[in-house]
């Protein structure tokens, strides 16, 4: 059960804050970290290729207590605050990383010589990597659709991208700084490990590596040197240094994952417990004219199945309120075969779709902005160059989708066992 784990959070809480607050004495006191996510962002924003815009993800904690396991997808209205214990440690972004991040574009391969499986950041075939193109639909898969076209289809009732996430790369001279827990980081489904920190890195949608705009503030990066991939919820750095983080999840590049994940019951920086940076799309990847992995999408919690998942996926949140035909976490999304793709605005575009009917998508998150594409901040390639905006994939009902053939429901219980 996990309430001895709330224990632990509540102690190791408590002793960092009477440490901080005698240190503060002596030093001066530190800032906290950034309040509470408060909603899904602006859906009517409009990218002009040259950075985040659009987070459409929000975010919230769900309405669990801290310490649990629930960090209840993004959608507004049930956060329970960033909290979390201030503390001290050494300067973020000094000594030998890389300057500018990764742009999210392929960096390994699948199984040598396996036409089955595509390329991406892990080294070792997984889900996300998996041609779907000649599965069968699932014999729910018109009970699906049609109950989520009936109830509203995607977030904001067209397929829109959004732009904010950024995939950093660190080197093996990258500098690692411990963090805090927050009331946004669950055990024991999150890893309390010092983070890699690049020089000139950011969060998702914001500047650096403050959570100024109150958003879900993910942390992404891939440490080269270890082939290891970090991902963060809810992180910040405060203008005295104080690091402060939520949910943290460690994966290996190397690693063939069972079906469930990094553990049953588990969340991960996100609510389904995928790992972020594998189903990202960048401009580098649609250049090359190839996405060779499955894609990334949202929903709001309304229209995601209540309390379910399916494999892949390992997690659902007290958030979701979908019906018995909802969608549940974890389901995989592929486009028709016979889409009109010579219907689409670009070539861009175009890459994007093919990807949809290659390698599918999987539901990971609750929010409103369907897909999800790294910032052109860190990448070679720019959105403007590739013909791609937030407008790009509109065209895309959820009625030109179909749902893979899926494993049994899992009703999560709310305890997470690590693999």
């Known amino acids: 059960m996990r309430h001895p784990h709330f224990l632990d959070?509540?102690?190791?809480?408590?002793?960092?804050?009477?440490?901080?607050?005698a240190l503060g004495c002596a030093q001066g006191a530190v800032d906290p970290a950034g309040g509470n996510p408060s909603g899904e962002g602006n859906p009517d924003e409009v990218p002009d290729g040259n950075g985040p815009v659009d987070n459409g993800s929000g975010g919230?904690?769900?309405?669990?207590?801290?310490?649990?396991?629930?960090p209840g997808g993004n959608d507004p209205g049930n956060s329970g605050g960033n909290g979390g214990s201030p503390g001290n440690g050494g300067s973020p972004g000094n000594g030998g990383s890389p300057g500018n991040g990764?742009?999210?574009?392929?960096?390994?391969?699948?199984?040598?010589?396996?036409?089955?499986?595509?390329?991406?950041?892990?080294?070792?075939?997984?889900?996300?990597?998996?041609?779907?193109a000649n599965l069968p639909p699932s014999g729910q898969s018109a009970q699906i659709i049609a109950w989520l076209d009936q109830a509203g289809g995607w977030g904001t009732g067209v397929m829109k991208i959004d732009f904010g996430m950024k995939i950093l790369k660190a080197g093996n001279g990258a500098p690692k700084k411990q963090f805090f827990p927050t009331n946004e980081?669950?055990?024991?489904?999150?890893?309390?490990?010092?983070?890699?920190?690049?020089?000139?890195?950011?969060?998702?949608?914001?500047?650096?590596?403050q959570c100024a705009g109150d958003g879900d503030c993910h942390l992404i990066v891939v440490h080269e040197g270890e082939k290891k991939l970090y991902e963060m919820w809810r992180a910040h750095i405060s203008a005295s240094n104080v690091f402060q983080g939520g949910c943290l999840a460690v994966w290996d590049l190397t690693k063939t994952y069972p079906e469930n994940l990094r553990g049953e019951g588990c969340t991960s920086a996100d609510a389904g417990g995928f790992p972020i940076a594998a189903m990202v799309f960048s401009p580098d990847e649609i250049a090359t004219g190839v996405i060779d992995h499955a894609i990334r999408f949202i929903l709001p919690n309304s229209r995601i199945r209540d309390?379910?998942?399916?494999?892949?996926?390992?997690?659902s949140t007290k958030a979701t309120s979908g019906g018995n035909n909802a969608p549940p976490y974890g389901v995989r999304l592929r486009l028709?075969?016979?889409?009109?793709?010579?219907?689409?605005?670009?070539?861009?575009?175009?890459?994007?779709?093919?990807?949809?009917?290659?390698?599918?998508?999987?539901?990971?998150?609750?929010g409103n902005i369907a897909l999800s594409a790294t910032s052109d901040q860190y990448t070679n390639a720019k959105w403007s160059q590739v013909g791609v905006n937030a407008q790009s994939m509109t065209s895309i009902k959820v009625t030109d989708m179909e749902v893979i053939d899926m494993g049994q429901p899992i009703n999560w219980s709310g305890d997470c066992i690590r693999s």
């Open 102 to 132: 990764g742009g999210g574009d392929p960096g390994g391969g699948g199984p040598a010589g396996d036409p089955g499986y595509g390329t991406g950041i892990f080294e070792a075939p997984n889900p996300w990597t998996k041609k779907i």
């Open 9 to 21: 959070a509540h102690w190791t809480f408590t002793l960092a804050l009477l440490g901080a607050l």
């Open 307 to 315: 309390n379910v998942y399916v494999h892949p996926g390992t997690h």
């Open 60 to 70: 919230t904690a769900g309405n669990d207590t801290p310490g649990t396991n629930d």
């Open 336 to 366: 028709r075969a016979d889409y009109p793709l010579q219907s689409l605005p670009s070539d861009g575009a175009r890459v994007i779709a093919k990807a949809m009917q290659e390698y599918g998508m999987f539901l990971v998150d609750g």
């Open 185 to 209: 980081f669950y055990y024991p489904d999150c890893d309390e490990v010092p983070m890699p920190l690049p020089d000139n890195g950011s969060l998702e949608s914001e500047a650096g590596y």
